[in-house]
């Protein structure tokens, strides 16, 4: 069995790295896996194929991105949520890899990596893994309060339009037009498969949900004490911990973790932040705190991760929630909203706490209620264990195998292959 994942981005971060973890888990089980990315190579994985591997395709994935982003000038009002047009990007059809390949994984294919009306080209068998809500919109990444995708989007908010026949209906009408339909769309959990099967998009599609995965021998249990001196923090004081890789989106959430922290007292508490923070955050926070900023290393967030007493996860929209099962995976129960993917993740009051969505005052109840809880322990164990027993990458790795033999066979019945 020959899987080519196809995934923009760096893959030490991000969306990239759920789908370099799960090639990793195929490998495991004994599957031929390569990726085809859009980065250039920081590491030794020869099963990892970079498209800008040259002078020549590094000036055209240049070009291609400031091209992808040129419809956008249209729109003065668009707001500075990320907006994806996928007008133009590479044919993976005219890559060698295309004709090595049984089955075409697509991830995260964005940021002018692969365009819209190429995906009619592929004729092989397509899972595509829907990391965030793209695949199904006219265009922005996350939804937020819109519901258009249902129904064929126009005057998007997201834009600032107020014309019906806009960008993102020409984007979504493409995508219905160019995605084949024999393409086989997997949710990261059931929120986000669920709102896939409601989109104008994929509602004729198979839609099914295999959860993301977490690398549990990258992020495990590490002693709290030990972990604090590693990362040289010296203190008494419980610690929370909150971070994302751009803490500055809307949707993540930050201001009502601020709004949060108002009904704590901030002598008690340590707060360490991670991500890109903005400066409006910084200069906000009364507490006493530490930004560790934009981090790259698993070991640094293990460390963190272990070094916590609670992780707050207080984003609006999440697809899944890899920061929160990152934690979890480490033993430190976590605090989110009672909303979209986080929901499947955290089990109320077992290995974490669901705050009612999107209450502030709720929010502090979840962190006072671990921290204070005599049973922490036990909530710690807990949540290493879901995410163990529920999202290892060997066990999705196992799920996706499955899947593959399944539409394989599917196909061989046919007599498409």
Not at 158 to 181: A, E, F, T, V, W
Not at 201 to 207: L, M, N, R, T, W
Not at 364 to 384: P, Q
Request: aromatic residues 12%; contains cysteine.
């Amino acid at each position: 069995m020959k899987i080519l994942h196809i995934v923009s981005g760096d893959l030490k971060g991000g969306a990239a790295r759920g789908a370099y973890w799960l090639h990793q888990g195929l490998i495991s089980e004994g599957i031929e896996s390569k990726i085809f990315n859009n980065t250039p190579k920081s590491d030794n994985d020869n099963n990892v194929v970079t498209f800008t591997n040259n002078k020549k395709n590094l000036w055209l994935d240049f070009f291609y991105k400031k091209i992808e982003k040129l419809p956008l000038k249209v729109y003065k009002n668009k707001t500075n949520h990320v907006f994806s047009t996928g007008i133009i990007g590479f044919d993976i059809t005219k890559h060698p890899l295309y004709n090595w390949a049984e089955i075409i994984h697509l991830h995260w294919i964005n940021n002018a990596f692969i365009s819209i009306k190429n995906l009619h080209k592929i004729k092989k068998p397509i899972v595509w893994t829907l990391r965030d809500m793209w695949p199904f919109t006219g265009g922005c990444h996350t939804t937020i309060d819109c519901n258009k995708y249902k129904t064929g989007c126009g005057s998007c908010p997201q834009l600032g339009s107020n014309k019906n026949n806009d960008l993102s209906r020409k984007i979504i009408k493409s995508k219905q037009k160019n995605i084949p339909s024999h393409a086989y769309i997997v949710g990261v959990t059931p929120w986000i498969s669920n709102e896939a099967k409601e989109s104008i998009v994929f509602k004729d599609f198979h839609v099914s949900c295999i959860y993301n995965n977490i690398n549990c021998n990258l992020f495990f249990p590490l002693n709290k004490q030990i972990a604090r001196e590693a990362l040289n923090i010296k203190t008494n004081k419980k610690i929370i911990l909150v971070g994302a890789q751009y803490t500055y989106d809307y949707f993540k959430g930050f201001d009502k973790f601020l709004q949060a922290l108002q009904s704590l007292d901030e002598q008690k508490y340590l707060v360490l932040f991670f991500g890109r923070l903005g400066a409006d955050v910084e200069s906000s926070i009364k507490f006493e705190y530490k930004n560790f900023g934009f981090i790259r290393d698993d070991i640094t967030l293990r460390l963190l991760y272990s070094a916590a007493d609670v992780f707050v996860n207080p984003s609006l929209i999440e697809s899944f929630g890899k920061t929160t099962a990152e934690s979890m995976a480490c033993g430190t129960p976590v605090v989110c909203f009672d909303a979209t993917g986080s929901r499947y993740i955290v089990d109320h009051q077992v290995n974490g706490y669901r705050a009612e969505p999107y209450n502030p005052i709720d929010l502090s109840n979840g962190i006072e209620w671990i921290i204070k809880n005599k049973k922490y322990n036990s909530i710690a164990l807990n949540a290493e264990q879901k995410v163990i027993q529920n999202f290892d990458s060997q066990l999705i790795a196992k799920q996706y195998v499955n899947l593959y033999e399944n539409i394989l066979l599917k196909q061989h019945k046919n007599g498409r292959i």
